[in-house]
């Protein structure tokens, strides 16, 4: 359960949560089971949170920087993580199906069995993310890097390659 003072200081302003995390870096925000529906957060810095079962659907998370955060079991539907940071961010069995997650930043990300179904990842870094049983089914993974990436049981039934240099 979401720590109530952590989530009241969330729905302020982004620049008085950023600050606050700045001060408080020492302290890593709990907002586990919260629901974040719509919440409009671009920029936010939520590196290390715990927001494993949040509810982030249509969330807009653009430019967020999410490193190291708990994002298992979240709900993330048609959310916007473009350009996001989720470097080594766990999101084991998050739902992140139609995501905007273009460009976003997900080195050694832990995927497993999560569900991107139809999200768009054009561009996006997954060096070294580790995949089994991620649903990649209908995902744009146009210039994506998979270098050292996990892919062993990942789903990419009708996912869409493309390198910015074919015609």
Known sequence: MA????LALL????????EWRQIHHDIRPDL?????????LPRIDLSHALLHNANLTEANLMEAML?????????????????????GAILRAAIISEADLRSAILTQADLTDADLYGASLRG???????MPGANFSEADLS???LTKAHT???RLLKAYFFRQNEK
């Open 3 to 6: 720590n109530p003072q952590h």
């Open 11 to 18: 729905k302020g302003s982004i620049e008085d949560w950023n």
């Open 32 to 40: 586990s089971g919260a629901d974040l529906k719509g919440a409009q």
């Open 67 to 87: 490193s190291n955060a708990d994002l298992s079991d979240a709900t993330l539907n048609k959310a916007n993580l473009s350009n996001a940071d989720l470097k």
């Open 124 to 130: 996006a870094d997954l060096e070294g993310a580790i």
């Open 143 to 145: 210039d994506v890097d």
């Open 152 to 154: 062993q049981g990942a």
